[in-house]
């Protein structure tokens, strides 16, 4: 009797754990607010592009396909969607094309990594697929703004400009200029390590904050503190589920989960890349990667709000307070 009741008990979770995962899955789906969903030949279909991160050279993109069946049974057989992902910003040209392949007996499927070359700040895609026709016309995920060298800043709208200021500077934050809930600030020091304040100069070092406090130090040596603590392992976990850090050769890759914004560091190259991943924080940001609002020609604000055409001032006023010698 005991055992039945076991049984039953059993029986009963992994329903409920399975109906669960099913939920979420569905929810997840509604939360993203770019997917499209069409209806064909017995299945509903969503296609939900997961997340975009980006590089210097390129673009990944990591697509979710769903697929529910009208009977709520998994799929039979295999089915094979031809994908196309369109430029935006160049209308016809195809920057991938590839298949997707939904496997018999999934109900879901997480799949294809997409590597996209060149620069995602004007990138917009626009996904074709067949046999279902246009699924989805999808919002960008993603803005990635980043400097290198001496130093070559884009923004995340892809303004380009160089500056060569000396101090740290505010790259990116959120608008709330008291207390943001993340900023990342960015040492510049000179080339020449005996005149560490003139031209040109690179960056060197990063803080991040989570209001106020700060998370992650990337030091002048490629040393990493993470909330003050040396970062000695290859890789570690920022407190219970605020993100992680790992690192590779003279690459730092850090993932922060609220708000989703990740930066890659590369010390042979003075190159730092940040992605936004949350579409909320387009246009909600602020700093001398610009506004993330999709317009390269107003990306030159200052932290009181002004606008300015000069690099040179644009660059000062994100200047960090007491950090210039
Ligand atoms: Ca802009």
Known sequence: MLFRSFLAV???????????????????????????VEKRAGYTFHCVPEWLQCTAVQVVIRILVFIV?????PLETDLVISTEIESESNPGV?????????????????????????????????????????????ELLGRCGQGSGDPHMVTFDGHKFDFNGHCSYVLTQECDKDAPSFQVTADFRGRNPSTPYEPPTRMVAFNITNYGTQVIRINEDNSVLIK?????????????????????????????????????????????????????????????????????????????????????????????GGSCP
Not at 99 to 110: D, K, Q, V
Not at 244 to 262: C, D, E
């Open 10 to 36: 059993l029986a009963f979770a992994l329903l409920y754990s399975f109906a669960t995962a099913y939920v979420k899955a569905e929810n997840e789906l509604t939360a993203q607010k770019s997917h499209q």
């Open 69 to 73: 069946t009208d009977t709520g049974a």
């Open 94 to 138: 195809v920057l991938w094309s590839g298949e997707l392949t939904l496997h018999a007996g999934s109900f879901f499927e997480s799949s294809q990594t997409i590597y996209l070359p060149g620069n995602a700040n004007t990138l917009f895609g626009i996904i074709y697929t067949d046999p279902f026709s246009l699924i989805l016309n999808h």
């Open 228 to 320: 003050g603590k040396a970062f000695t392992t290859h890789s570690a976990r920022i407190g219970d589920n605020e993100g992680f850090v790992s690192r590779s050769g003279s690459n730092v890759t850090i993932y922060l989960t609220q708000p989703s914004v990740s930066l890659n560091w590369n010390r042979r190259l003075h190159g730092i890349t940040i992605g936004l991943e949350n579409v909320d924080l387009f246009s909600n940001v602020c700093g001398m990667l610009g506004n993330a609002d999709g317009d390269p020609n107003n990306d030159f604000v200052m932290p009181d709000g002004k606008s300015t055409s000069d690099v040179v001032e644009f660059g000062n006023s994100w200047a960090v």
